[in-house]
């Protein structure tokens, strides 16, 4: 399974960005997808996943209603919209798979990382 992850890049507080992650190697359409970041000195962390049709999404509490995960089964892809961004968002996000349909346990597939930058 491959997980390429893409749009990060540095912006203004407040500002947005798209991450996009196009996924290869197995049935796309039958796994639960994530987004997890881990800022510099922190431990990695979710923040948003999907169900396998895209009908449940999950958000960590600092999402705040400002991200949105989504999902083209038809494409392979999955996306991050993340709007009014904020210097705390400033981290590596990466492009997940789960071992099942729905956002449970652990990903057992993990991209490669695309950085974002928030500056004050």
């Known amino acids: 399974v491959q997980l390429q992850a893409s749009g990060g890049g540095s912006v203004q507080a407040g500002g947005s960005l798209r991450l996009s992650c196009a996924a290869s190697?197995?049935?796309?359409?039958?796994?639960?997808m994530g987004w997890f970041r881990q800022a510099p000195g922190k431990e990695r962390e979710f923040v948003a996943g999907?169900?396998?049709?895209?009908?449940?999404?999950y958000y960590e509490n600092f999402v705040e209603g400002r991200f949105t995960i989504s999902r083209d089964n038809a494409k392979n892809m999955v996306y991050l919209q993340m709007n009014s961004l904020k210097p705390e968002d400033t981290a590596i996000y990466y492009c997940?798979?789960?071992?099942?349909?729905?956002?449970?346990?652990?990903?057992?597939?993990w991209g490669q990382g695309t950085l974002v930058t928030v500056s004050s």
């Open positions: 997940t798979s789960f071992p099942s349909h729905t956002v449970e346990g652990d990903p057992d597939y």
């Open positions: 190697g197995r049935a796309f359409s039958t796994y639960a």
């Open positions: 999907t169900n396998w049709d895209g009908t449940s999404t």
